[in-house]
């Protein structure tokens, strides 16, 4: 009998996709985990602060935008542009997103969206170091075509991309 986990989705509600693949995959864990349970964790909405916390929000007008939309992916879809976001997200909000993420004490992390991939890992990195217990982090890639920069970080467990 496999042990039932707490799994921990981080998502954002920036189109139905993200929240669409995290219910899926929920289901999956509690058919090959009985008794599995799941939150969805929005980390820059609860957490975040400005321009962060605007996501959600922005997303709705670059939507409905979309030049803006594809020159805002060019400019941020880079290693510099990424490294910043990274600095930024992680010198603002780290410490409240650990504590958002440790109320939760979940079993396994698995983001379904790629702005919920540097800041939040250094978090469960923290905390699996002071707790002294390992939380595996898992990136499912759920944008078709090509996908962001900010997707992929290389100390996650494993990355799923679809092919």
């Known amino acids: 009998q496999k042990q039932a986990l707490?799994?921990?989705?981080?998502?954002?509600?920036t189109g139905g996709g993200h929240r669409a693949s995290a219910e899926?995959?929920?289901n999956q864990f509690m058919i090959h985990f009985p008794g599995s349970?799941?939150?969805?964790?929005?980390?820059?909405?609860?957490d975040g602060v400005w321009p962060l916390n605007?996501?959600?929000?922005?997303?709705?007008?670059?939507?409905?935008?979309?030049?803006?939309?594809?020159?805002?992916?060019?400019?941020?879809?880079?290693?510099?542009?990424?490294?910043l976001?990274?600095?930024y997200g992680s010198t603002?909000?780290?410490?409240k997103i650990r504590e958002r993420i440790e109320s939760y004490d979940p079993d396994v992390i698995v983001s379904v969206h790629?702005?919920?991939q540097h800041t939040p890992l250094k978090s469960v990195q923290?905390?699996?170091?002071?707790?002294?217990?390992?939380?595996?982090?898992?990136?499912?890639?759920?944008?078709?075509?090509?996908?962001?920069?900010?997707?992929?970080?290389?100390?996650?467990?494993?990355?799923y991309l679809a092919s």
Request: some cysteine.
């Open 24 to 26: 899926a995959l929920a």
């Open 126 to 159: 923290t905390l699996s170091e002071s707790k002294g217990k390992h939380i595996p982090f898992f990136t499912v890639v759920t944008d078709l075509g090509s996908a962001h920069a900010m997707w992929f970080q290389k100390d996650v467990e494993k990355v």
């Open 92 to 95: 603002m909000c780290e410490n």
């Open 114 to 116: 790629p702005s919920m």
């Open 6 to 13: 707490r799994v921990l989705f981080l998502s954002s509600d």
């Open 54 to 83: 605007n996501l959600v929000r922005s997303y709705k007008h670059l939507s409905a935008h979309p030049a803006q939309w594809r020159i805002l992916y060019h400019l941020t879809n880079t290693s510099s542009l990424e490294s």
């Open 85 to 87: 976001a990274d600095w």
């Open 37 to 46: 349970t799941y939150d969805l964790l929005d980390v820059w909405t609860e």
